[in-house]
C-alpha cells in the first residue's frame, strides 16, 4: 500500500514536501514514480526514483524546482516542490513498479502497478 500526504494550499514561490511511504512491501528492486494531474487532462510523469540504484529522474516542466530523494528507514519518498508556481496545481500521486536492475527508471503511467490514492497541491498566485 502507498500512501501519499504532504499536500496543500501555498502561495506561489513557496515549497512543500511530498511524501510517499510504503506499507506491508520491500521497496528493493522497486521504482517509485510520481505523477500529477488536473481535471479533464491526463496524468503526466513529475520524476522517479529507482530505489536499489537511487538514481532519479525529474520532468523536464520541473528540473531545477522539484527533486526526488528517499528514506531508507522509513520506506518512503520525498518530492520536494520548491518555487512553486499556479500550473504546479493538481492531485500528486505516487505509484510503484517492480524493476530488475537498479538502473532502470520507469516514467510512463502505463508502466506502474501500485497506485496511491493522490495528495492535493493548490499554489496561489
Known amino acids: 500500500q502507498l500512501v501519499e500526504s504532504g499536500g496543500g494550499t501555498v502561495k506561489a514561490g513557496n515549497s512543500l514536501t511530498l511524501s510517499c511511504a510504503a506499507y506491508?512491501?520491500?521497496?528493493?528492486?522497486?521504482?517509485v514514480g510520481w505523477f500529477r494531474q488536473v481535471d479533464g487532462r491526463s496524468r503526466e510523469s513529475v520524476g522517479a526514483i529507482n530505489w536499489s540504484g537511487g538514481g532519479t529522474t525529474v520532468a523536464d516542466s520541473v528540473k531545477g524546482r522539484f527533486t526526488i530523494s528517499k528514506d531508507n528507514a522509513r520506506k518512503t519518498v520525498h518530492l520536494q516542490l520548491n518555487n512553486l508556481m499556479p500550473d504546479d496545481t493538481a492531485v500528486y500521486y505516487c505509484?510503484?513498479?517492480?524493476?530488475?536492475?537498479?538502473?532502470?527508471?520507469?516514467?510512463?503511467?502505463?508502466?506502474?502497478?501500485?497506485w496511491g490514492q493522490g495528495t492535493q497541491v493548490t499554489v496561489s498566485s
Open positions: 506491508g512491501r520491500s521497496l528493493s528492486r522497486v521504482a
Open positions: 505509484a510503484a513498479k517492480q524493476v530488475y536492475d537498479d538502473y532502470y527508471i520507469p516514467v510512463q503511467t502505463y508502466e506502474y502497478d501500485y
